[in-house]
């Protein structure tokens, strides 16, 4: 099974920026798709941003200007830049990837956007 380890997350104001990190046990380009999930109080679980499985990137509209999602094979690590955040984007964020057995999931990191 592979290992993701989160790191980032924490307060910060509306309009600011946060970075997220998923460090890969495993050589990160083998897991397609990898990405980002986020899951608000009282709602579902939503794709953020991901790398597909021909490594092209996508974004929940909400999303779309403000978050970017990237990757570094020398650290095996997956990225989610966010800026301009907003009260929204309030939630726990996990990284997510399919290796060769199957899906994994990071443990969650609490991103609050508050003032």
């Known amino acids: 099974q592979v290992q993701l380890a989160q790191s980032g997350g924490g307060l910060v104001q509306p309009g600011g920026s946060l970075r997220l990190s998923c460090s890969a046990s495993v050589n990160i380009f083998t897991m397609r798709p990898m990405g980002w999930y986020r899951q608000a109080p009282g709602k579902q679980r939503e794709l953020v941003a991901t790398?597909?499985?021909?490594?092209?990137?996508t974004y929940t509209d909400s999303v779309k200007g403000r978050f970017t999602i990237s990757r570094d094979s020398a650290k095996n690590t997956l990225y989610l830049q966010m800026n301009s955040v907003k009260p929204e984007d309030t939630a726990v964020y996990f990284c997510n990837g399919r290796g060769s057995a199957g899906f994994s999931w990071g443990r969650g990191t609490q991103v609050t956007v508050s003032s």
């Open positions: 790398f597909t499985d021909d490594g092209t990137t």
